[in-house]
């Protein structure tokens, strides 16, 4: 009986841990701050990061933190608001990797999101973020593309 009641905590607390990572990141683009980003390809795989250069490495790994295990975890997943028959707006929220870019022993969350309009044009959103410990990040690096443009840097 505790092997089940232990499985159930663990998935309660990595769904929690995802769908605060989801919001955390969805909300974070609400806001077009114009920042640095390393392209996607339409959600199916990842670009060379490798181009890069200007990775901030840490001085240090951080094994002591526990979060940084279980963000590894985490599943893809996608999300739609709205039917997709609608004249709404739908959007699938899918973090694309999870791994360690700089080097400091925290998952970091590599993201990408495309929001589909049925005026015929789709806005997409890439981002980096950079695990600082206790379930924080940092945004690193984005890039948005809608019908008027460019929003960050996308080079790729």
Request: glycine share 6%; proline share 1%; charged share 20%.
């Amino acid at each position: 009986m505790t092997k089940i009641t232990f499985y159930k905590l663990t998935t309660y607390t990595l769904m929690l841990a995802f769908l605060a990572t989801a919001l955390y990141t969805s909300k974070m683009f609400i806001f077009k701050q114009k920042s640095v980003f390393s392209a996607s390809d339409f959600g199916d795989s990842i670009d060379i990061f490798s181009n890069y250069t200007s990775w901030q490495k840490s001085p240090s790994k951080k094994t002591g933190d526990t979060t940084s295990q279980t963000l590894y975890l985490l599943a893809r997943s996608v999300v739609y608001k709205q039917n997709f028959d609608s004249e709404q707006t739908y959007q699938s929220v899918t973090p694309q990797s999870i791994i360690d870019i700089n080097g400091d022993g925290l998952a970091d969350i590599v993201y990408h999101s495309r929001e589909f309009k049925n005026g015929g044009y789709d806005i997409l959103y890439s981002a980096i973020l950079l695990n600082k410990g206790s379930m924080t990040y940092e945004l690193s690096y984005k890039c948005v593309h809608d019908a008027t443009g460019w929003y960050g840097d996308c080079a790729g």
